[in-house]
């Protein structure tokens, strides 16, 4: 405790600090330099001396070497609350909104999907995005780390992606104390770690990848990320299990959740927040994966229609229905072929049998649909297996498009679940279901009436049909 305090600033704005910061949090541009007691800049040898201390602070500590403060104390230099790092052009925009409107300082942000499903390229993407928006004559790198693959892989898919910034540094490693000390140095804009299974701290037990070292070392990254206002985003794998080592252990400790998602055949990939601690979840982005990367879509609700440019081109048998998944919604399309003539024959893809025997007895009986003697096929589109009820009026939807041979409009979607007498029921989570086809693009949803009133409530411009039971729906769309 003899030794002098350090003191901070600006270069910048010229704002004294008492610790270190990656960003100015004042200014938001400035870098933040060590001061001697005079403010004049230090020599910068005991830079290393400090950066080995801050490392050590960011590593699990026990109890004691931190002490209560009062909310001045913790608010000093923080009023930086509302700035946050800007993402450029269409992609980073579409990133931006599911973040809530760009990075904030000092943020941990978790990204979690199947692998394979894109996230790699998505941080690299984001990586490029912040490294080229930083002002030129003040670069401020980002490192990109991984323990997944070697940095001539990465570079050779930033080659491709046509990424060219000096700005963005490549670092393959999987200890965190050395990614600490080795970054440190380069005051990085942002860190990106790809991803949480592949990284361990020397002092917890079990190898990379275990429950205790994902979490330790998601709580030492919290720690740098809080300490020097660089954000922090995390790549981790969710397994198809739920295993148990994933990310679903870090959503508590994590400020930002998102998920990246997409069909095996589909080169879409959704990207969703489902918690955030700066802004609203439920937030979507829609990207399609092409040659060079995740381009954003402009206008989301073309991608579950098919040749949707022309009308002649619109197909009869398809209706759109709401698939509620965890916490996550997602459109699915529901194609449906009734072929006359033919035997009584069903072919069932991706729903339950007895549900879709149900949805087409009720259709019979209760709505008067001549049915009989038609050769009937089902299919969820891209492989999804439809296992709730919400899906049972997009079914019926799908079967009275095609029998009747009229096209839906591609801008209705359907939730609801039928009953035995041919009535239509509120399903769960609603609202959710109604913001996710808002979102993506779809102007009308036909909802079980007694929904009607709440469902019109939502903040949201769709148009909401709500009907009694199946007669209804077919006057009524039909
Ligand atoms: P990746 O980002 O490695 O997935 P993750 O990190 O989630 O495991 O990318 C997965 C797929 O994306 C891979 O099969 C190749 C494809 N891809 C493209 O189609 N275009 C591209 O420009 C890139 C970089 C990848
Ligand atoms: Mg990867």
Known sequence: SGKAKILYGCDNCGIELSQWWGVCPKCGVGTVVERGPDMSDVNPKRGAEVSEAAVRSWLPHKAGSAVPKTLAEVNMGRDQTDWRIPLAGLFGMEVSRVLGGGIVPGSLVLVGGDPGVGKSTLLLQISANIAEGSDSDKPSPVVYVSGEESIEQIANRADRMCITTDNLYLYSSTDIEDIFE??????????????????????????????????????????FAKDTSIPVFLIGHVTKSGDIAGPRVLEHIVDVVLYMEGERYSSYRLLRSVKNRFGSTDELGVFEMSGMGLQAVA?????????????????????????????????????????????????????????????????QKQAGLKLQDNAIFLN????????????????????????????????????????????????????????????????????????????????????????KNLKDMIYSVF
């Open 380 to 467: 969820v589109v891209s492989g999804i297996k439809l296992s709730e009820t919400a899906g049972d009026l997009a079914v019926a939807a799908a079967i009275c498009s095609s029998l009747l041979e009229f096209p839906l409009p591609n801008d209705l979607a359907f939730i609801g679940e039928i009953g035995l007498g041919g009535e239509l029921r509120v399903v769960p989570r609603m609202d959710k279901r109604v913001m996710a086809v808002a979102q993506l693009g779809y102007k009308r949803c036909v909802v079980p009436k007694s929904a009607e009133k709440l469902m019109a409530a939502l903040d949201t411009d769709m148009i909401i049909l709500g009907c």
């Open 182 to 223: 080795k970054i440190q140095p380069l005051r990085p804009r942002a860190l990106i770690i790809d991803s949480i299974q592949t990284v361990y701290l020397r002092e917890v037990t079990g190898s990379a990848g275990n429950v205790s070292q994902v979490r330790e070392c998601t709580s030492a990254l919290l720690r």
């Open 299 to 363: 206008n989301p609700s073309e991608m579950f229609l098919t040749d949707s440019n022309t009308e002649s081109d619109v197909l009869t048998g398809l209706a759109i229905g709401v698939m509620v998944d965890g916490s996550r919604a997602f459109a699915i399309e529901v194609q449906a072929l009734c072929v006359a003539g033919r035997s009584n024959a069903r072919h069932v893809n991706g729903i339950q049998e007895s549900r879709a025997d149900l949805i087409i007895s009720v259709l």
